[in-house]
């Protein structure tokens, strides 16, 4: 029995619905995992796989999606099952079909999208750990949000690039960790349920209009750092951002602290994916150090 026979047997007992697999159709996309798309007779699911050690990884997703959900806000495809077969490990989810931009989608994703970020917990973190692209993300959570950025994430990433030989990266971020307060002496942010990782590749608009986030990195934090991530790799334009600011106006400082936030993301991608990114990586830290 294959791989797909297996999981669609899987996808039947969690789904209690009868699921005839009639093909199985790689999507392309991904730089960590693999993506199919398997079709039954009346239904189709969206899995993902990777070696068998990925497994909390998927494990994590799926309560991710979980969370997202649960927040009734922007829509996100509802994960079914994780689990090992032949060797693999995967996540089955619902398959949505995208389309195109609808008039109003956009705007409606930066609604959404502030909707979400009101839904809040009394800490910075959550109550377990995941990844972020391949990278392990520590959540652990904390009272204070400046001590839960500069130890489960800038500090993080910066001792993971030492040890991959970028001292003096590490030398000038150990600088900026230590002034770290200093961004927010008039702004203290709450913990909002973010994405975690919404760069412009995490989104898309399905065949009726409506947004779609997927693939998160989720924790609670500063709502600041979703929206900074959402202009690291392009942006999501004019009309996301108009209708997120009308339904949640932004602090003035973000125009400073959108450059701490993706500079976690920046040196992740060094730490994956090497040293294209290290000169980007420690021109943010001196622009940064800057403003100290």
């Avoid at 021109?283 to 150090?289: A, P």
Wanted: proline share 4%; hydrophobic share 35%.
């Amino acid at each position: 029995m294959s791989l797909w026979q297996k999981i669609a047997l899987r996808i039947a007992e969690e789904s209690g619905e009868p699921f005839k697999l009639q093909g199985e159709h790689a999507i392309g996309g991904g730089c960590i995992n693999s993506a199919s798309r398997l079709k039954g007779e009346s239904s189709s699911w969206f899995v993902k796989t990777n070696s068998a050690d990925r497994l909390p990884m998927f494990e994590a997703e799926a309560a991710g999606l979980d969370e997202l959900v649960a927040s009734n806000t922007v829509h996100v495809p509802k994960p079914l099952c994780t689990g090992i077969e032949s060797g693999s490990a995967y996540i089955v989810m619902e398959n949505i079909e995208m389309g195109r931009d609808g008039r109003d989608s956009m705007a409606r994703f930066g609604r959404e999208l502030a909707a979400m970020h009101h839904t809040t917990q009394d800490r910075f973190g959550w109550y377990r750990d995941n990844t972020i692209g391949a990278t392990h993300q520590p959540n652990s959570e904390m009272e204070s949000w400046i001590e839960f950025y500069r130890d489960r994430r800038l500090g993080y990433q910066i001792d993971l690039a030492a040890r991959k030989g970028a001292h003096a990266l590490s030398e000038k971020g150990e600088r900026l960790m230590a002034g770290l307060d200093a961004f927010f002496n008039d702004y203290t942010p709450q913990p909002s349920l973010l994405h975690g990782d919404l760069w412009s590749g995490n989104y898309a608009i399905d065949s009726h209009g409506v947004p779609v986030i997927f693939d998160p990195a989720v924790y609670f934090g500063d709502r600041e750092a979703d929206l900074a991530m959402s202009e690291l790799f392009g942006s999501f334009g004019p009309t996301f951002y108009d209708a997120y600011h009308e339904a949640w106006p932004i602090d003035p400082g973000y125009s400073v602290r959108k450059t701490l936030y993706n500079l976690y993301h920046i040196i992740n991608h060094f730490n994956m994916f090497g040293s294209g990114y290290l000169g980007q990586a420690e021109s943010m830290v001196e622009q940064l150090l800057s403003e100290l």
